[in-house]
């Protein structure tokens, strides 16, 4: 047999290779939803012989789905979701707001398994001074449970106030769980994990560890939520981070920008409930007992006005539920859609969803710093604007720090805020929560929040766009082609 192998060994390798190719190949056409990803893989897979394969098994299968789904099954025999009595009914929504915010209604109903609820409140943070505080006040008030879950969490002044209020509360007989991103975890040395398992907290990472590295499998998948919630009763997400540079008290005037939001009412369960999934996933601990028991304390009367519901999203079960829920919103757009994105790189069938609805007449307002933080997707998401140009969209460049805030709103009625970003990232590869909210004087606020920006921004057009130099267009064209890996 060896003999017989040495002797012919090319057609042996040759043999083994197509055995490999046709069974990645298969695989990838019979797995992958979008067409582009399963031609682009099946020839990478045909085109590079055991390379294009080894190269799909590390990165092209997608096994935190099944292990997500597992651990949503393991969580649903928890009783933290009962708040029926605070469901939104068709007919409340249909005498507030009109049949296609039923039909909005029943598409979020289809794309997640939350519910909207009635009977919620929400508290719009603008700094991170006053975000930082909140959090802080709502972690040295827990009587017994908080839960932290973040893409970074630096170990700066502010990183290590809040990591003390939780090191505070465990000494307290309060049960504490962190849970940070293996990426985002290492945006300050030292980690912020050591000194949080010093103190006593039980903390983990997200996808990896911090001294071996990120587990292969998975390595492009991260959690890019943030959420705190204390009690039971009282949540705090949005889109920032827990960095001293969101705050005047370090970064002075110069501070970047970001909103984030106080949540209380029934939504609490459910934003909870994904944080407590991901905990379960990285760690095997399921949150059970009297100490994660959820309060309905300060919930509003069932029926109430402010309805909201949780969106979590991400490559598992949720896939593309975010993309799902704006390509929804900006179908019954009729007057308005405002966003403010710090990345503003849609795919085609989010362009062509915002282009037909301008074509509508509907008034499409898009916002972006001016300032980026990151060059290489700013430069990639300019040589994307002209799509949207062409169609009767407005693009602004807000001036004056980076804004990091991700806000969307529809006929100054529907609200859609959380940690999504408009580029692939968020669309298709983290782990992403986000609220959408059905209340007009909610939504007002935020549009107003927007508006704002507008007011001092400067408009981008095609003219000006098509008279940069031809390299300048070259290469962000160029980095536009690598944008899903930005």
């Not at 597992?70 to 009595?85: C, D, K, Q």
């Not at 905990?279 to 006005?305: R, T, V």
């Not at 529907?414 to 940690?419: E, M, N, R, T």
């Amino acid at each position: 047999m060896w003999t017989s192998i040495t002797t012919h060994w090319p057609q042996f390798l040759a043999a083994v290779s197509m055995v490999i190719t046709a069974v990645a190949a298969a695989h990838a056409a019979m797995t992958k939803d979008e067409v582009r990803a399963a031609i682009g893989w099946v020839g990478i897979i045909i085109l590079s012989p055991f390379i294009g394969a080894a190269l799909y098994a590390i990165a092209g299968i997608n096994r935190i789905r099944g292990v997500s789904l597992a651990a949503e099954r393991a969580a649903a025999g928890r009783a933290v979701l009962e708040h029926t009595r605070f469901d939104a009914t068709n007919s409340s929504i249909e005498a507030r707001f009109g049949p296609r915010f039923v039909a909005l209604k029943t598409a979020g109903d289809r794309i997640t398994h939350h519910v909207l609820t009635t009977a919620n409140a929400v508290t719009m943070i603008e700094s991170g001074d006053e975000a930082y505080a909140a959090m802080i006040a709502a972690i040295d008030g827990a009587q017994r449970s908080v839960i932290l879950e973040t893409y970074i969490f630096d170990r700066d002044p502010i990183g290590l106030r809040i990591a003390d209020a939780l090191i505070n509360a465990v000494r307290r007989g309060v049960a504490v769980r962190v849970l940070i991103d293996a990426v985002g975890a290492r945006y300050s040395v030292p980690s912020i994990v050591g000194y949080l398992q010093k103190g006593g907290v039980p903390t983990d990472v997200f996808n990896g560890s911090i001294i071996v590295g990120l587990r292969l499998p998975y390595a492009n998948l991260r959690t890019h939520r943030k959420i705190l919630v204390a009690d039971g009763a009282v949540a705090f997400m949005g889109g920032m981070n827990i960095r001293q540079a969101f705050t005047t008290e370090f970064a002075g005037a110069d501070m970047a920008r970001d909103t984030h939001f106080r949540i209380d009412g029934p939504v609490v369960s459910d934003i909870f409930s994904v944080a407590a999934e991901d905990w379960f996933f990285a760690s095997g601990e399921q949150l059970q007992g009297d100490a994660w028991h959820i309060a309905f304390d300060a919930a509003g009367d069932p029926g109430s006005p402010m309805l909201m519901r949780a969106l979590p999203s991400g490559p598992d079960a949720s896939l593309e539920a975010n993309h799902k829920m704006l390509m929804a919103a900006f179908s019954v757009a009729r007057r308005s859609i405002r966003i403010m994105s710090p990345y503003f790189l849609p795919d085609r069938e989010l362009i062509s969803a915002l282009t037909t609805a301008a074509r509508r007449g509907v008034d499409i307002d898009i916002v972006v710093p001016s300032v980026n933080n990151l060059v290489l997707v700013d430069r990639a998401m300019t040589a994307q604007f002209d799509q949207v140009l062409r169609s009767y969209c407005k693009v602004w460049r807000a001036q004056g720090p980076f804004n990091h805030s991700k806000l969307l709103v529809v006929d100054s009625t529907w609200a859609f805020i959380g940690s999504s970003n408009l580029d692939p990232r968020s669309l298709r590869l983290n782990f992403e929560i986000d609220l959408e909210v059905l209340d007009p004087a909610f939504a007002e606020k935020i549009e107003a929040r927007i508006e704002a920006a507008v007011g001092s921004a400067k408009q981008v057009t095609l003219p000006e766009l098509r008279q940069r130099p031809f390299l300048v267009r070259l290469i962000d064209r160029i980095l536009w082609l690598g944008s899903p890996y930005l």
